[in-house]
């Protein structure tokens, strides 16, 4: 097989590849291949996927080339661990042809690529040179992305520090001097306490955004059930003026997370489902659990949080998990578009995903993943 590879070293890093074959010929063809025609990868093998998954555990690869059907953990089987161990890297297929349907099913579980047998050594290169470039793609983004927070840090903690300075002064000429001012005057004073509030909430908002992942939780087993009781008691009197009926399924999983990241995820939820209730109907909020048993065997559950507000377009259901987005026509509602962007980056904590089904005008259903809690071991 004679193969001249591209030169994939970029930024004087080498991508470490893992190539996973029960079939030694195949992995020693594959050393060959990329030894010869490649200095900048650097290539490791394992010959089946528990000495695979031992290997994945312990350091970072930046491409897993995998065969399909192999004894024990099969590809499949692996990417899906692989995943949950190192999400970010690229994961290609080694299929047969009898085995193609497979191939194209784990894409779904996030495998990049696949490429069938026999090799072609131009489809090699071409498979290859997809995962580095996609792989290289995600890397600039989250260095980008590691930019940005820390800018949203600096900025957030400087405003707090100006926002805490305006309000103490307006709470001293408020205080002070409010008896020599007329109605407009303290109308004003009035407004510029209630901006500084809502810059405040704001600017803590993205402090707290931009500490998410880097500050050590304490992971425990939590009883989804007892942490939901608390939160729908704090929301009561907001419940309790829209007249919003919310109900809770008997039960819940317990899930591993730490604490605080869950009640804020139930949290802003709950929130987001007040905020956006529709007028001139019941109002209500269902929340519960989907019996998923692909997720189960996975080591995962699935909550929802259901609603009948005022519903999201089409065009907007992926918008509204970024910073600073709110729902067009919902000018008058307060908010200030970061609720939904923490919970994202909190579920991304433990590899979960949040997503959304809804239309405009129609009723909005959030379904998350998390980690199923741990059995105590023997």
């Not at 290539?43 to 996927?49: H, Q, Y």
């Not at 131009?122 to 995600?138: D, F, H, N, P, Y």
């Not at 109907?281 to 909550?303: N, Y």
Request: with cysteine; proline share 3%; charged share 30%.
């Amino acid at each position: 097989m004679e193969i001249s590879l591209p030169d994939y070293k970029q930024n004087n890093r080498r991508q470490k590849v893992l190539i996973v074959d029960d079939d030694e010929l195949v992995l020693e063809s594959f050393e060959k291949v990329f030894k010869e025609n490649s200095s900048a990868l650097n290539v490791e093998k394992a010959t089946d996927g528990k000495q695979a998954l031992k290997m994945i555990a312990d350091r970072e690869y930046d491409i897993i080339i995998t065969d399909l059907v192999m004894p024990e953990i099969d590809g499949i089987q692996l990417l899906k661990k692989a995943k949950q161990l190192q999400p970010e890297a690229e994961v290609i297929l080694i299929t047969a042809y009898s085995s193609y349907n497979s191939a194209v099913d784990a894409m779904y579980f996030g495998a990049t690529d696949y490429i069938s047998k026999p090799i072609n050594a131009g489809e090699l290169k071409a498979r290859i040179s997809r995962a580095v470039e996609k792989r290289e793609a995600l890397i600039e983004k989250n260095s980008k992305l590691l930019e940005m927070e820390r800018l949203f840090y600096t900025v957030a903690h400087d405003f707090k520090a100006t926002i805490l300075s305006v309000k103490s002064f307006s709470e001293i000429l408020s205080h002070d001097y409010r008896d020599r001012l007329d109605d407009e005057g303290q109308f004003l004073i009035d407004r510029i306490r209630s901006n500084l509030s809502v810059m405040e909430s704001i600017t803590e908002g993205l402090l707290e955004f931009s500490k998410i992942g880097k500050v050590n939780e304490l992971w425990e087993n939590i009883d989804a059930s007892d942490v939901l009781k608390d939160i729908v008691d704090n929301f009561a009197p907001a419940l309790k003026e829209k007249n919003i009926t919310l109900t809770v399924e008997n039960y819940l999983p317990s899930v591993y997370f730490y604490r605080r990241g869950l009640q804020r995820v139930f949290s802003n939820l709950i929130d987001n489902s007040i905020k956006y209730a529709k007028a001139g109907i019941v109002p209500c909020i269902k929340i519960g659990s989907t019996d998923t048993g692909p997720l189960t065997a996975e080591g995962l559950c699935q909550f929802f949080v259901e609603d009948n507000g005022i519903g999201i377009a089409a065009e907007n259901r992926e918008l509204i998990f970024e910073l600073f987005h709110r729902e067009n026509g919902s000018i008058h509602v307060q908010g200030y578009g970061i609720g939904l962007a923490l919970v994202r980056k909190i579920l991304a904590t433990a590899h979960c995903e949040i997503t959304v089904q809804s239309e405009q005008n129609e009723k909005t259903v959030f379904y998350f993943t998390l980690p199923l809690a741990r059995q105590p071991e023997a």
